[in-house]
């Protein structure tokens, strides 16, 4: 059948184009991409090419489909997981394989399977590794942005804390703690303040860090401290060049105490420094950004690491619990990934938007691949809306959900194109 993707041919070569996918496998899956969000990940790939660790050398000649948090419906399931699944399903998937010690990965790996298309076939390796998943929700968007979210939550189980009587590890960030989270009003460090509202080990505050001012008023717009004081918990933002010393403003708001539980979400050295001169007796830090430089070092205070115990650790990626977590957190509404979304586009939209990604301000750029249309900043719904029927309906939506994407502004794109969300 023929399909639609935006395909990888080598660094910097990004192509939109139509072609035939092979017939599947008896061990494998035809689907139908409904939407697929992109990652700065995916940039890094794009940006190295054959040099990124998960890109096959013969890209050049078997281009690869980009894009891995994505969500659709099954159309053709292969005789070997019949039993397991049903054409007409919607699905989520896990991205990170680690089959046989392979680092292949959809939206890096696969010649015919990624985000970035109309349709693709799922590897037999998803599957035996659990990781296409029956998706229960109302939008697909929420399952795309499940990706992400998982890497979040693997973030909060992974940091870890100690019990000097008999040396075990308490896992997850501590309860009653104070949480860090630097640079954390981008999409991911949203996401992570989202997430920590609602952790199970509840913390008394969670500081949040950026340097600009107009993502700090937006992360106080979608994630307001009186929200979070309803829950219990202090919420602070910071512009860290508004400090006159940013240890002494920060160590202060922490009541002298440090911070149990630090996230780096900017791949900078001072910020890195900070976040480990920050930590708290029995302190964890989770260097979360990933560097695209190989050679990346910051200092860290091995004094404090021997005599207060201090931990440095990074988590990349989330397992299959941790997808399921935030898709069952996402469907039931206790968390809304949708504060991490800023522009929607559609596929025609995705290949310049991956090249440019690092330029375009705000968060998530979220698309959907049936259908084109030109990325558009959720701001601008209203300007548009002037002239155009379509964005004057996305914009009274998405205000009457404080100014968020939402499972009802889907449901009017799909209308609008004419897209049936079935196989």
Not at 302 to 314: A, R
Not at 358 to 365: T, V
């Amino acid at each position: 059948m023929k399909a639609k993707a935006v395909r990888l041919y080598g660094k910097d070569d990004l192509r939109l184009e139509e072609f035939e996918l092979p017939e599947i496998r008896e061990d494998e899956i035809l689907v139908k991409v409904m939407s697929d969000s992109i990652c700065m990940s995916t940039y890094k790939l794009v940006d190295q090419g054959k040099a990124h660790k998960r890109c096959p050398q013969n890209v050049d000649t078997n281009p690869v489909i980009i894009g891995h948090e994505f969500a659709g419906v099954i159309v053709e399931v292969g005789e070997k997981w019949k039993d397991q699944f049903k054409p007409g399903q919607k699905f989520a998937q896990q991205p990170a394989l680690n089959y046989k010690g392979r680092l292949d990965s959809p939206g890096y790996s696969y010649e015919w399977c990624g985000g970035a298309t109309t349709y693709c076939i799922m590897p037999h390796e998803v599957m035996e590794l659990g990781c296409l998943m029956p998706y229960e929700g109302k939008s697909f968007y929420k399952a795309s942005l499940g990706e992400p979210m998982s890497c979040i939550i693997g973030g909060y189980h992974s940091n870890y804390h100690t019990n000097k009587r008999d040396h075990s590890h308490a896992m997850g960030t501590k309860a009653g703690g104070n949480i860090l989270i630097m640079g954390g009003c981008g999409p991911m460090g949203l996401g992570a303040v989202e997430y920590g509202l609602n952790f199970e080990n509840k913390p008394k505050r969670i500081v949040v860090t950026d340097i600009d001012d107009a993502r700090i008023e937006r992360a106080r717009t979608v994630i307001s401290p009186e929200s979070a004081a309803q829950k219990g918990i202090e919420l602070v933002y910071v512009n860290t060049t508004a400090l006159e010393d940013a240890y002494d403003g920060l160590m202060t708001i922490s009541e002298g105490h440090g911070y149990d539980d630090v996230f780096v979400y900017a791949p900078i050295r001072q910020v890195a420094e900070l976040g480990d001169q920050l930590l708290a007796f029995d302190g964890c830090m989770n260097f979360f950004a990933g560097p695209t430089n190989k050679d990346f070092m910051a200092d860290i205070n091995l004094y404090n690491v021997h005599y207060t115990s201090s931990h440095i650790m990074g988590t990349t990626g989330g397992d299959n619990n941790d997808l399921i977590e935030a898709n069952a957190l996402a469907a039931r509404g206790v968390i809304d990934p949708s504060v991490m979304v800023t522009h929607i586009g559609g596929i025609d939209s995705i290949a310049e938007a991956t090249l440019g990604l690092p330029k375009i301000p705000g968060g998530k750029k979220l698309t959907y691949t049936q259908f084109n249309m030109p990325l558009t900043a959720i701001e601008d719904f209203a300007k548009l809306g002037e002239t155009d029927p379509l964005f004057k309906k996305l914009a009274d939506c998405c205000d009457a959900h404080n100014g968020l994407w939402n499972d009802d502004a889907e449901a009017i794109l799909f209308r609008h194109f004419g897209i049936c969300a079935e196989a």
